[in-house]
């Protein structure tokens, strides 16, 4: 089992940046494709972005590509998602998740992940 803690999130103008991250402890983190997901009140878990455990394969969202970045540091069991150019309708609870599953390519799909973060609020002010 793996736990996750997400942090990072705020409260930030439109237009502006926040860096979140997510650290892992429990397992060996490589063994996990990565993703990040966000819930706005009265609306469905989506997916923002995932990337594979050797940090090749990477995918975005339509709706936050060219604006957002996934990236992860395995030395520091640590997921990163840079946010850029945020807009009012960014603003939603962010999640981690983790993959145990033996894939090709890291998974988009929220019932594909085994493991979740408590998550953390990210407000964007227009």
């Known amino acids: 089992q793996v736990q996750l803690v997400e942090s990072g999130g705020g409260l930030v103008q439109a237009g502006g940046s926040l860096r979140l991250s997510c650290l892992a402890s429990?397992?060996?983190?490589?063994?996990?494709?990565m993703g990040w997901f966000r819930q706005a009140p009265g609306k469905e878990r989506e997916f923002v972005a995932a990337?594979?455990?050797?940090?090749?394969?990477?995918y975005v969202a339509d709706s936050v590509k060219g604006r957002f970045t996934i990236s992860r540091d395995n030395a520091k069991n640590t997921v990163y998602l840079q946010m850029n150019s945020l807009k009012p309708e960014d603003t939603a609870v962010y999640y981690c998740?983790?993959?145990?599953?033996?894939?090709?390519?890291?998974?988009?799909?929220?019932?594909?992940?085994?493991?979740w973060g408590q998550g953390t609020q990210v407000t964007v002010s227009s």
């Open positions: 990337i594979g455990r050797s940090a090749i394969v990477t």
């Open positions: 429990g397992r060996t983190f490589s063994n996990y494709d």
């Open positions: 998740a983790a993959d145990q599953s033996p894939t090709v390519r890291p998974a988009r799909d929220v019932s594909r992940y085994d493991y």
